[in-house]
């Protein structure tokens, strides 16, 4: 069965860290895409042998005027790379979608703790308002983000202001390489998984979602898993590097 595809124009770019690109689409044939938050999107592109694609979370919360945000890290000669920095505010490509069961399920309270790596995090992102709901209603959140060091911090500043809303709400940075020289309370030195025995997890209340860098998602499932968790409550998303097209 075919894939039904849409065109979407780029509405705007901008780099948000050294090494990640923020754009943002819309529909250029001014429909509506619903779509779930935790979901992605598919960009397709041209190439000598035909058509293929790439896969991005939608980075924000649905939005009146239908705008798409993704987060890329760009591949030097990739194709999505080099397709997408070529695009103008205004120029377009097909897409497709939403795809994706990476989203917030109807369950009772509990904490859930949403690891990211990298590009990883944008899920989170556009999860925040279903989040702020269920704070409300006695669920707790702990978002944690993996990155090499404080500039690559990827939407830190939405994840920042999120946990300065609730005392139920808390975000936590894990920097693989450096450490910066006035570390704040919530900057941690080393790989996402080595903060879980810091995190007082518990099996009995604690939902964990995985979404970045499989050799992470890999790892952290084996320790989650020896702590006792079952695979229900280990919700994996992985995010694969495409090599260059030749």
Not at 92 to 105: E, K, N, Q, Y
Request: proline share 9%; charged share 20%.
């Amino acid at each position: 069965m075919a894939i039904e595809t849409f065109p979407v124009e780029l509405a705007w770019r901008r780099n948000a860290t050294p090494h990640v690109r923020h754009l943002a689409f819309r529909r250029a044939d001014g429909a509506a895409l619903p779509f779930t938050p935790g979901q992605f999107l598919n960009l397709h592109f041209e190439t000598g042998s035909g058509r293929t694609h790439r896969s991005y979370s939608i980075a924000n919360p649905p939005r009146p005027d239908g705008l798409l945000e993704i987060a890329m890290s760009p591949i030097e000669g990739g194709l999505a790379s080099d397709s997408l920095a070529a695009l103008q505010p205004g120029d377009s490509l097909p897409a497709s979608g939403p795809f994706g069961r990476f989203v917030l399920r109807d369950e009772p309270p509990c904490r859930y703790v949403l690891v990211g790596t990298g590009t990883g995090i944008t899920p989170y992102r556009a999860m925040l308002p279903q989040l702020t709901e269920r704070l409300a209603a006695g669920f707790r959140v702990h978002i944690v983000l993996g990155v090499w060091r404080r500039e690559e911090l990827l939407f830190g500043g939405d994840f920042r202001a999120y946990a300065a809303t609730s005392e139920q709400a808390e975000f936590t940075a894990c920097y693989s390489r450096d450490l910066p020289l006035d570390p704040a309370p919530w900057e941690h030195h080393g790989y996402v998984q080595s903060l879980f025995s810091q995190l007082e997890l518990d099996p009995a209340t604690d939902v964990i979602y995985l979404c970045g860098n499989p050799g992470m998602i890999d790892e952290s499932f084996e320790i989650l898993k020896a702590m006792g968790f079952a695979v229900k409550q280990l919700r994996r998303e992985k995010y694969l590097s495409a090599r260059p097209a030749r």
